[in-house]
């Protein structure tokens, strides 16, 4: 490590140009590749390849076709849909639809129109002869009517489509539902413009003013990205501007009374007011009644611009006015270009090594700026105080990589390798997410250890030459704010260390429990912005109606076979028993399972009373061997009644039953919901057991059975990885410290304060009723990353300082005011940063932004209260004992020699 660091310092000293060069090359090359590194379509497949239920569903999708449908809630001002303006808007939407440009993506098969209304019933009795109603009255008698006369297996399809207050009785509901069903496609751009034009249709057909139709699909509601992709910018806006801020005041170099003076104020209220314009629009979406509408609308453009336009200026102002304040922005700027850079470096190695990006991927620059600052705060410190203390501009800066750079060395490598681990998973979002991590955690410190010494080295060295240097502004560091507040938290580990361990513990055992009521949970719409109408017809939908999802049970075998035939119908009967599977009810008591199949379309072509029987069909079925029970011999060739089923009905059969008879798929009515699709599935799964039996497969899949299977195999993989991630540093750190010091125990202690952080982070995310899902999944990973560099730099200044003062209590406190300083400045603006994610309109990112902030709090508290403890536990028992302070050389002869020439 030290050779390393060595080699760092040396390149910076002896040719820093050529450093910024080459890492200006680096860049351009890297950027150009992470200009292509987008999120890849289909996240699933990231989460779960291997999955049998992915599988399934893209054989489904592949073999039998997919059609989709938009969903259209209706409503009326009178609070009531069963009446004559509801019918006359239903049947001017049926027309405005198929006469529209998207009539041939519309799928009609039997008993299920394309477009389907809540009042087909009477629709039909219309179509039948009956005469157009003229009053509320006689269309809720045509419904009631009409609903009677449609077979018993399709009332209820249509009667859900009312809203649950619906009372069939009366005739009356507050909403329905129409369902509009036309052909996927596997381009998502060519299936969201259908989905586009049909909503244009549904807007563009006439209805009475009493009546309106708002359209939902899943394809609506992801066709716009622009309100999206506008939200994410937005936030990085407000990001960035509350980081340069906060990073300004962190490096500020106090200026001296007079037009220095003003500058600074006139600087921070401009740095101040362009945060507000960046922050305050999203402010104004969130608490709408708090700020007038157009705050809320202003275009991100003239936002940005201006938010940029007050940071530019400040700037400029602070370059030209004073010295101090042109160091100060120096550091904040090229801390902030550098971190973009590690960012860069990172995405186009991903780019060439993976193509596309996981959804966890995009965490990462997170990870980087809450690094990338730390680096560079604890880098420019130490730098600033060797110079201060009367080193060359040379010397200081080789003296601050190489102490610095050997605790940044080791964090980097111990959080590198912690989450190499996760390469060796089998879920390849996790893998994606831990190799990169590494490569930017890498680019992270080559940078700030490189680059940023070297900008800083050409500046000062010029200034040095010039005799300009203002070493007085840079003397009052430690005397600042921040460091004088931490190091009077030195009480803590000095007079209450063990009273602190306990309460440490105590709030971890508070945390573990907090751990096993941590909920799962994942939908989609939890990323669709909160204030989009879309959202609010989804949730209606959701909350208002019984509409049940749908899921399938793919069945693979020689589907020729009459054992297959038998175990499959024994299947189709066995599902009607599944909690939550929709059923049928006969007038003789008989049940069976709601939905479309090849065993349900023969049935009704087998059975005489059906209005679909095809005697045809029948005496066909009969030589085949079927029975009143429609079951066959087991040696039975099923195949003749297939060929005769294709001939009558070739679309319907092509949508159940594979041309080649190899596998089927039943397409069943489920109520279960997001929440219950695990026991769905297992229910069914269990059901059509009798085609293992016979030597077939068949599994259960449906959105919600797969967003439960991606949440749950992240769940369990988080586990691990968090497992073998802490399992990994503390090896190295043990290792590192029994090397160097012969303290093993070190690496145990700095890495137990780590441990409660995650613990203490699920807690709380528990407490506030934060569930697990494929965001906040990677909290752990960032408490890790964040975590192990903040103690290591603790440790490392701790037994730095162990070896300047003799006494306890001085090492601590210095420790803290030093360090503890630095890593405060550091939390400080990660924390303001991303707190700003709390304003997004979108569920993920504010929980994210929300939990990420405290996760860092928690660190921060960790690392300057809880550790110093341990150290001061740990040096107490060895100096009872009698044993020396541990030995560790961070600076070299070379070293030495420039500070004695100095």
């Known amino acids: 490590m030290k050779t390393v660091v060595r080699a760092l310092a040396a390149a910076v000293r002896k040719a820093p140009w050529v450093v910024i060069a080459v890492v200006i090359v680096v860049s351009m090359i890297l950027g150009f590749m992470a200009s292509k590194f987008v999120p890849a379509e289909d996240q699933n497949e990231s989460f779960a390849p291997e999955a049998p239920e992915l599988t399934a569903s893209a054989e489904i999708a592949e073999t039998f076709g997919v059609v989709s449908s938009m969903q259209v809630v209706v409503s009326s001002t009178v609070g009531d849909v069963i009446t004559l303006d509801a019918l006359i808007a239903a049947m001017e939407l049926d027309k405005s639809v198929r006469a529209s440009s998207v009539s041939e993506y519309l799928v009609d098969q039997p008993q299920n129109p394309a477009v389907l209304s809540h009042l087909m019933p009477v629709m039909l009795a219309i179509e039948a002869g009956a005469p157009m109603p003229t009053t509320d009255a006689e269309v809720k008698a045509y419904y009631k009517a009409g609903l009677d006369q449609i077979p018993v297996q399709f009332q209820s399809q249509l009667t859900s489509l009312l809203s ?14 129409g369902i509009i069903t036309y052909a996927s496609s596997e381009d998502f751009d060519e299936l969201a413009q259908r989905a586009l034009d049909i909503a244009d249709a549904i807007e563009a057909a006439p209805s009475p003013e009493s009546i309106t139709e708002e359209p939902f699909n899943v394809e609506l509601i992801f066709s716009d990205t622009d309100e999206f992709q506008t939200e994410i910018s937005r936030l990085l806006i407000a990001a960035a501007m509350i980081i340069l801020l906060v990073l300004a005041i962190v490096f500020l170099v106090q200026p001296k009374r007079g037009r220095g003076q003003i500058a600074f104020i006139v600087g921070i209220v401009l740095m101040v007011t362009g945060a507000a314009i960046a922050v305050v629009p999203g402010l104004a979406k969130i608490f709408p009644d708090l700020f007038p509408e157009w705050i809320a609308d202003a275009e991100l453009a003239p936002v940005a611009l201006g938010a940029i336009a007050c940071y530019t200026i400040a700037f400029l102002l602070w370059a030209v006015a004073s010295t101090r304040l ?37 965490i990462l620059p997170i990870l980087l700026i809450g690094l ?21 501009v040379d010397a200081a800066m080789s003296t601050a990589i190489r102490t610095v750079g050997v605790a940044l060395i080791l964090a980097t490598l111990t959080t590198a390798v912690g989450f190499l681990t996760n390469v060796t998973s089998s879920i390849p979002a996790l893998a994606e997410f831990g190799e990169l991590a590494a490569v930017g955690i890498a680019s992270s410190f080559l940078l700030m250890l490189s680059f940023v010494p070297a900008v800083r080295e050409l500046l000062d060295r010029k200034a040095e030459k010039a ?17 004088k507040a931490i190091g009077k938290l030195a009480v803590l580990p000095r007079r209450f260390a063990v009273g602190t361990l306990i309460v440490a513990l105590a709030l971890a055992g508070i945390g573990a429990f907090g751990m096993t009521k941590l909920s799962t949970e994942f939908s989609f719409l939890d990323f669709v912005p909160t204030t989009s109408p879309l959202r609010d017809t989804a949730v209606t939908v959701d909350q208002d109606f019984n509409f049940p999802e749908t899921t399938s049970v793919l069945v693979k075998g020689d589907l020729t076979a009459g054992s297959s035939w038998n175990a499959m119908f024994a299947s189709y009967a066995n599902a009607a028993e599944v909690p939550d599977v929709s059923t049928i009810t006969f007038e003789s008591g008989a049940e069976i399972a709601a939905g479309q199949s090849l065993i349900g379309y023969l049935g009704e072509w087998l059975n005489p009373s059906s209005p679909t029987f095809d005697a045809d069909l029948l005496n066909i079925a009969i030589g ?11 040696d039975a060739d099923v195949s003749p009644l297939y060929d005769a089923a294709y001939a009558k009905d070739p679309i319907t059969m092509a949508t159940v039953l594979a041309p080649d008879y190899q596998s089927t798929v039943f397409y069943l009515s489920t109520t279960a919901g997001e929440s219950g699709a695990d026991e769905v599935a297992d229910g069914l799964n269990a059901a059509f057991e009798p085609m293992s039996v016979v ?16 949440v749950d195999t992240l769940r369990a993989s988080q586990v691990s990885s968090l497992l073998l991630t802490l399992g990994a540093a503390l090896l190295l750190l043990v290792a590192n410290f029994w090397f160097q010091s012969r303290r093993p125990m070190l690496g145990v202690i700095t890495t137990i304060p780590v441990a409660i952080v995650v613990v203490w982070t699920f807690g709380i995310m528990a407490a506030f009723g934060i569930p697990f899902g494929p965001i906040t999944a990677t909290i752990s990973a960032l408490a890790i990353g964040i975590g192990i560099p903040y103690m290591i730099h603790v440790t490392h200044r701790y037994l730095e300082e162990r070896q300047e003062f003799d006494d306890l209590n001085d090492a601590v406190e210095h420790t803290l005011v030093h360090t503890g300083g630095a890593l405060a400045g550091s939390a400080l603006t990660t924390i303001l940063g991303f707190g700003i994610l709390v304003t997004s309109t979108t569920i993920p990112f504010r929980q994210f932004g929300f939990v990420t902030s405290y996760t860092i709090l928690l660190a921060l508290i960790a690392a300057v209260m809880v550790l110093p403890s341990m150290l001061m536990l740990w040096s107490r028992w060895h100096v009872s004992r009698g044993n020396a302070p541990v030995s560790i050389s961070m600076v070299s002869n070379d070293d030495a020699g420039d500070q004695a020439t100095t």
Do not use: C
């Open 164 to 177: 649950k207050d619906a009372n069939l009785e009366t005739a009356t509901a507050e909403l329905g539902l």
């Open 624 to 634: 085949v061997g079927f029975t009143q029970q429609q079951t066959v011999p087991d």
């Open 326 to 362: 042109r160091r100060t922005t120096a550091d904040t700027l090229v801390t902030f270009l550098t971190i973009a850079l590690a960012i860069q470096w990172m995405n186009g190695y991903g780019y060439l090594r993976f193509g596309d990006q996981s959804q966890m991927v995009q």
């Open 372 to 392: 990338g600052v730390d680096y560079s705060i604890h880098m420019t410190s130490r730098y600033r105080q060797e110079l201060a203390g009367g080193r060359s």
């Open 695 to 710: 030597g077939g497969t068949a599994i259960a899949t449906s959105t919600f059975i797969i967003n439960g299977l991606v």
């Open 467 to 483: 005799g300009t240097i203002d070493l007085d502004g840079l003397e009052n560091g430690d005397s600042r704010m921040l460091p």
